[in-house]
């Protein structure tokens, strides 16, 4: 049986302390606890990058980071990129190329793309189509997604 525990995470800039199962996974707790819905919960396995968020500068797919692994954690989600009501270069890349179907991916595919482009602001498509393989999209075909990853890399760093 899963006990109680307190852990603290910095998620998109604010400080949340959370009492949680020790069982629960860090997409749960960002769901059902601190409502923060853009992050899907697709196959639950870690095979689909829906879940997908940075998690001390990496992406990291949060279904499979229990929540107590995340405690003191700074992580970003999808409701941490647009500043102002206005949505990031990645997401406007995204929007520019018609890169968004359903949407269901999408949430995964922007913060792999951020972590991508943190660590390698310039990427070649070989380097785009790796760092996005663990995201899966069933609408697109791709060819957009890499497009738009390619357009959000000429306006960052």
């Given amino acids: 049986m899963a006990s109680e ?12 302390h959370v009492t949680t199962q020790t069982n629960s ?3 749960e707790v960002l ?14 396995k870690g095979e689909c990058g829906a879940c997908t968020v940075i998690m001390n500068s990496r992406s990291v ?5 229990l929540a107590v692994q995340a405690d003191g ?23 520019d190329e ?27 498509e070989a380097e785009i189509k790796t760092a996005l393989e663990g995201n899966l999209c069933r609408c697109t075909g791709y060819a957009k997604i890499v497009r738009a990853v390619q357009k959000a890399s000429q306006h960052h760093g």
């Fill in 73 to 95: 954690a700074t992580i970003t989600t999808i409701e941490g990129l647009a500043k102002d009501g206005k949505p990031s270069p990645v997401e406007q890349a995204f929007i």
């Fill in 98 to 124: 018609g890169a968004i179907q359903c949407g269901f991916c999408t949430p995964g595919m922007l913060m792999s793309t951020e972590a991508l482009l943190a660590s390698n602001p310039h990427p070649t």
């Fill in 25 to 27: 996974t860090l997409a």
């Fill in 5 to 16: 525990i307190r852990i603290v995470l910095n998620i998109n800039g604010t400080e949340y």
């Fill in 61 to 65: 797919t949060s279904c499979l980071v």
């Fill in 31 to 44: 769901r059902e606890d601190l409502g923060l819905l853009g992050t899907k919960i697709g196959c639950n």
